[in-house]
C-alpha cells in the first residue's frame, strides 16, 4: 500500500506562486509513474501534469503549460508541482497520484494510489 500525502496549497492572489509537494511512503518510489490531478468545485477530476519515473521526461495539460512545472526527487520519495501566473481557474484541490504498471498517462482510472489532496484558492 502507498500512501501519499500533499502539502503547500494556500490562498494566493493570481498572478502568484505556489510549490506543492507530495511524499509518499514507499522505498521503491522510483518504480512509479507520478502525476498531478485538480477538482475544482462542481467539476470532474482533471489532469494537470505528470512526470516519468526517471523524471527526465514530464507532460502537461494545455491549460497549465508553460506555467507549471512537475518534478521529483527520488532520494526523498517526493513529487513537486511548482505553479507560476496563477489563475482564478486554477483553484481546486490538487491530488498526487502514482501508477504502478502504466509508463505513460493522463487518465485518472490509470492511477493506482492517490492522496487526500490540497487546497488551492486564487483569488482575483
Known amino acids: 500500500q502507498v500512501q501519499l500525502v500533499e502539502s503547500g496549497g494556500r490562498l494566493v492572489q493570481a498572478g502568484g506562486s505556489l510549490r506543492l509537494s507530495c511524499t509518499a511512503s514507499?522505498?521503491?518510489?522510483?518504480?512509479?509513474?507520478m502525476g498531478w490531478f485538480r477538482q475544482a468545485p462542481g467539476k470532474e477530476r482533471e489532469f494537470v501534469a505528470t512526470?516519468?519515473?526517471?523524471?527526465?521526461?514530464?507532460y502537461y495539460a494545455d491549460s497549465v503549460k508553460g506555467r507549471f512545472t512537475i518534478s521529483r526527487d527520488n532520494a526523498e520519495n517526493t513529487v513537486y508541482l511548482q505553479m507560476d501566473g496563477l489563475k482564478p481557474e486554477d483553484t481546486g484541490v490538487y491530488h498526487c497520484?502514482?501508477?504502478?504498471?502504466?509508463?505513460?498517462?493522463?487518465?485518472?482510472?490509470?492511477?493506482?494510489?492517490w492522496g487526500q489532496g490540497t487546497q488551492v484558492t486564487v483569488s482575483s
Open positions: 514507499v522505498r521503491t518510489f522510483p518504480t512509479y509513474l
Open positions: 512526470i516519468t519515473r526517471s523524471g527526465r521526461g514530464a
Open positions: 497520484a502514482a501508477s504502478k504498471f502504466t509508463d505513460w498517462t493522463t487518465r485518472p482510472y490509470d492511477y493506482d494510489y
